[in-house]
């Protein structure tokens, strides 16, 4: 099933090969050769997003425009899916979690997309930016503080800080106790790991999360879903937090990482600020590389290739942003311009905090280790071999090692309307005012083996 690396040779939709897939180590290695070679065949080819798994990829930017502006031709609902109705898609399939339906906004169109949609947008409304910011530097304080006096001077950022930075932001401004936040950063790593019972994990600590906000209601996000006038039932409260714990922390792990990698990289112009870093990866990697499945309300033409209705259409984020024909007015195009974040009725609703929290990240990173610096140059980073995101591998570095003093415990008192955050006061009083346990609850000491824990602890000064 598998195509040779080099496909330079193989006429575009030539009927003696099957498709092209986009998926293990050769497609790793070169996603751009893949993106050229498809792009020949016109604004969209087919391709094997998974084994066995055909779907219609768009690698023009203005196609893409196009399909995620018109929510009337082009709709989410993933149970119109042919080939899965029709028995076609393996059980076991990976694409299966990407693109199966779930009862959330992402995959809701007209009237029930709305009402979900403005849900999410209202509860994380309530965000206080410079909360926000302050939470990020706390978190990235405390994951620099854990590797930093390393007498070797080495770290692998994207395992040791980019990784878990945002689910330290996220499982806060969710409002978390520790014995639920070390569950929901388990899952959510699973899943991407591809663990074995990472989905079950991950449902069990919502369930549980949404359970004690009914008891004990905060100034968080989850409560701010809870308490909406929409009146969400607990199934469709489960089903945004899996999307934005989910859908929100792997692609910015990506973006801190590739925006740091860029940064410290032999190319990048000394004096340049780090929102550059961050602008460049949404556009020439995004993170968020191939998704967005889309599903033909009546067979429609495209680019001269017509598409049955109901086949899964998908936008190829990083190869509609490279587009060649953009280039020749992209410095014409606002710096926002990209689909890094979607675009249309589907776009991320938290792309501003999210490029807030990549830009805080990378800066409090170079502020702490001002002399940090690759091991090994930009281009010979090794990519993920995932057709859904564009992540490194890894990101190994080298610094002079320093003990970081303690800078836990000086968080501002949480505003009505804000979510929750970090203040001076120890954390489990602050986790009580905010109705996520009781004060001096016996298990909220005795649970902090996990990453959430020992940053709370940490918090704390213990």
Not at 443 to 459: D, H, I, M, N, V
Request: proline share 9%; with cysteine.
């Amino acid at each position: 099933m598998h195509q040779p690396s080099d496909t330079s040779h193989i006429p575009p939709g030539c009927p003696a090969h099957e498709n092209l897939p986009l998926y293990g180590p050769s497609f790793g290695a070169d996603p751009d050769g893949h993106y050229a070679h498809l792009r020949a065949a016109g604004p969209s080819a087919p391709v094997d997003i998974a084994p066995g798994v055909e779907v219609e990829l768009v690698t023009s930017y203005d196609a893409a425009l196009h399909i995620l502006h018109n929510p009337a031709s082009f709709v989410r609902d993933s149970r119109r899916w042919n080939a899965l109705n029709e028995g076609r898609v393996p059980a076991d399939s990976p694409a299966l979690p990407m693109m199966g339906y779930r009862p959330n906004a992402l995959f809701s169109d007209g009237a029930a997309h709305a009402r979900l949609r403005q849900v999410v947008t209202d509860s994380l409304a309530t965000v206080d930016e410079r909360q926000l910011v302050r939470l990020t530097q706390q978190s990235a304080d405390y994951l620099i503080s854990q590797f930093s006096s390393d007498r070797g001077g080495q770290a692998d950022l994207m395992s040791a800080y980019a990784g878990p930075l945002p689910l330290l932001v996220f499982s806060h401004m969710f409002g978390c106790p520790p014995e639920i936040g070390d569950r929901v950063i388990s899952g959510i790593s699973g899943i991407f790991e591809g663990a074995p019972g990472a989905d079950e994990v991950l449902g069990g600590a919502l369930s549980e999360l949404i359970a004690l906000k009914h008891r004990r209601p905060g100034t968080d996000v989850t409560s701010r879903l809870m308490q909406h006038p929409a009146g969400l039932s607990d199934e469709e409260v489960l089903h945004q937090l899996v999307t934005l714990l989910s859908g929100g922390t792997a692609p910015l792990a990506a973006t801190i990482g590739t925006s740091t990698a860029l940064y410290l990289g032999e190319e990048w112009q000394a004096g340049l600020p780090v929102e550059g870093a961050v602008s460049r990866t949404l556009w020439n990697y995004a993170p968020i590389a191939n998704y967005a499945a889309h599903y033909p309300t009546h067979d429609v033409e495209l680019g001269g290739r017509m598409i049955r209705a109901n086949d899964p259409v998908l936008i190829s984020f990083a190869a509609a942003n490279t587009d060649p024909k953009l280039s020749v007015h992209r410095e014409q195009l606002s710096a926002k311009a990209h689909l890094g974040f979607g675009a249309g009725p589907h776009g991320c609703p938290a792309k501003d905090p999210a490029f807030m929290i990549a830009v805080t990240a990378v800066e409090s990173l170079l502020k702490r280790l001002p002399d940090v610096e690759l091991s090994r140059p930009f281009a010979a980073l090794a990519w993920v071999p995932s057709p859904w995101s564009r992540s490194l591998v890894t990101l190994p570095v080298r610094f002079t090692p320093r003990t970081m003093p303690f800078a836990g415990g000086d968080f501002g008192q949480p505003q009505t309307g804000s979510v929750s955050q970090p203040a001076a006061v120890p954390a489990d009083a602050l986790l009580a005012r905010n109705g996520q346990v009781d004060a001096g609850s016996a298990a909220s000491k005795q649970r902090k083996g996990g990453l959430f824990s020992r940053f709370l602890s940490w918090t704390r000064g213990e």
